[in-house]
């Protein structure tokens, strides 16, 4: 089943006088349960492109269908609420908040969706059990390792149970073997939970292990 189509999508920064085009024409088609790997040299589009993917910014022009409804005709409240809900997002730096502990980060989308407070610690504490941070879960990122923050931020990602999980360079910032451990874990949401994946990184090896990959160049995507 297709689950996300982008179409024909620019994105360009600046005004008239100097415009920087990031994307340029952009298609492509991801199916549910799909992983897909996103590749290319620094500076290509790839973080814009995830980022518009997930309604974390807007395109210049074109459109990205989610189950073939166009998400950029959500004002701004209901595209909230969207991301809030289908999406789930994995960065190479975590953004885990530091006066927060590892349970009460991974908390946060559920109670920002409205869920009552029991509910979100009891599935909280469980998936941040599942990926061993059981002795962890009242220590606040500065105690935890690179790892450690990168589970929490995966365990934080898919609280809300989302369809698709978009991560820029999730492994990026880990060493050779802890980056290997992440990325196990990624593969093990996508085959457990049928869990649609764009993954952003320079890995080759990694990237190898998805299902499909695309090349960007200069905005555009060069092979698929």
Do not use: W
């Not at 073939?68 to 789930?88: H, P, Q, T, V």
């Not at 469980?126 to 990168?150: A, C, F, T, W, Y």
Request: aromatic share 6%.
């Amino acid at each position: 089943m297709e689950l996300i189509r982008i179409k024909r999508l620019y994105k360009t920064y600046g005004n008239t006088q100097k415009k920087v085009e990031v994307l340029r024409g952009i298609d492509l088609t991801i199916k549910k349960g799909e992983t897909l790997a996103i590749v290319g040299a620094s500076g290509v589009g790839k973080s814009t492109l995830l980022n518009i993917m997930g309604a974390l910014d807007r395109p210049t022009e074109g459109e990205v269908l989610y189950k073939g409804e166009s998400i950029f005709k959500y004002d701004d409240k209901k595209l909230a609420s969207f991301r809030n809900r289908f999406i789930g997002f994995v960065f190479q730096f975590h953004h885990l908040l530091p006066e927060f502990t590892a349970l009460e980060n991974v908390m946060l989308p559920c109670l920002i969706g409205g869920e009552k407070p029991e509910a979100a610690r009891t599935r909280a504490e469980g998936l941040l059990k599942e990926v061993g941070l059981g002795s962890r879960l009242n220590h606040k990122p500065g105690e935890l390792s690179g790892g450690e923050q990168q589970r929490t931020a995966i365990v934080r990602s898919i609280m809300q149970s989302p369809e698709v999980i978009l991560a820029d360079e999730p492994t990026g910032n880990l060493d050779t073997r802890t980056g290997e451990e992440v990325f196990e874990i990624l593969l093990e949401l996508n085959k457990d939970r049928d869990t649609t994946m764009a993954i952003v990184t320079h890995n080759e090896r990694l990237a190898s292990r998805l299902s499909k990959r695309i090349t960007m160049v200069d905005g555009n995507i060069k092979e698929e």
